[in-house]
């Protein structure tokens, strides 16, 4: 074989790999929503499943603090830019929510040093959960695919009414809702 033979198909080997990269690349940069396959949700209608997690002072929570109450869990990633950009939203809706006989209930995706260092920098006025991803605990239970922000609204029957994506169709009639009063 010739050596021009051989660079032409190194060289077209590299523009393969780089067309393969940017294809990537694109798609890891699409937004997720709510049709979006890699979205995993709790079916409406189901009796949201039992849970783990961690108040601030440390004591362990679980699903049967909320019995009885209509609880909405927003499921946030210390990191998360838009997590963090939708907080002040979430600290004006929190007493309208209530208004309207809802508990918004924020759920931190990591250990309990994050979510109180999170509590503290971001002025969080409404109930925090610290959930490390594990079996149990209730990241994995209500948003299974750890995409954030996330929402889960459960009435006082635990059965879930309204799960998706923060901005999605249903988040925005939630919101529209609590604004009503």
Request: aromatic letters at 8%; hydrophobic letters at 45%; one cysteine or more.
């Amino acid at each position: 074989m010739s050596y021009d033979f051989i660079t032409l198909n190194i060289a077209i080997l590299w523009i393969l790999i780089l067309l393969l990269l940017a294809l990537s690349f694109k798609r890891v940069g699409q937004p997720l929503n709510a049709s979006s396959p890699a979205l995993k949700k709790l079916p409406v209608g189901q009796i949201a499943p039992d849970f783990s997690a961690l108040a601030l002072d440390g004591s362990s929570v679980n699903r049967s603090i909320y019995a009885e109450r209509d609880v909405c869990f927003i499921f946030v990633q210390p990191h998360c830019e838009s997590c963090r950009a939708k907080i002040p939203t979430l600290n004006r809706l929190y007493p309208k929510a209530r208004m309207h006989g809802v508990e918004l209930v924020l759920v931190c995706i990591g250990d309990l040093e994050s979510a109180k260092t999170m509590v503290s920098q971001l002025n969080i006025g409404f109930t925090v959960l610290a959930s490390n991803p594990g079996s149990t605990t209730l990241s994995i239970q209500f948003d299974p695919s750890l995409i954030t922000p996330f929402f889960c609204l459960i009435n006082k029957k635990s059965i879930v009414v309204s799960t998706g994506l923060v901005n999605s169709r249903d988040w925005n009639q939630l919101e529209l809702l609590w604004e009503s009063k």
